[in-house]
């Protein structure tokens, strides 16, 4: 049983290790800003490092207008440069009023989910003798 909770312990602290560990210590008075942090997974395309972007989609996102000046969503957009290459790779999601995710489009990289960054990133570090 005790087993089993370090699993599952390690399995979710790979994932958000900021927001876990804060609930467990402050007793969930936080759910509400679960939505607020959207994790971002990239992989640039020349160099193949994964980097991993927290977006604060109240504070990173700007609004967006249509032509008419009414507000029709949020956007984010961020240049991400990787440890390796150094080779910016301009990154964009976009939000409706809700916030809620409507497109993502990236240049220079390409979208990777949390599971494959994990690989990624532990693959890099422990197969270097192969
Ligand atoms: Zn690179």
Redesign the pocket.
Known sequence: MLKKLCYTLQNISVEEPDMTWWKWLFGGTSTRDDSRYLYVYVQ?E??R?PVRVRVDIYNDAAVEFDDREREIGYVWRKDIV?A????PIHAEITFDTARREVARHITGGQYIDAATYTVLTTASTSTRNT
Not at 84 to 87: A, D, E, P, T, V
């Open positions: 640039c020349r160099c490092t990787d390796k290459c150094f080779r």
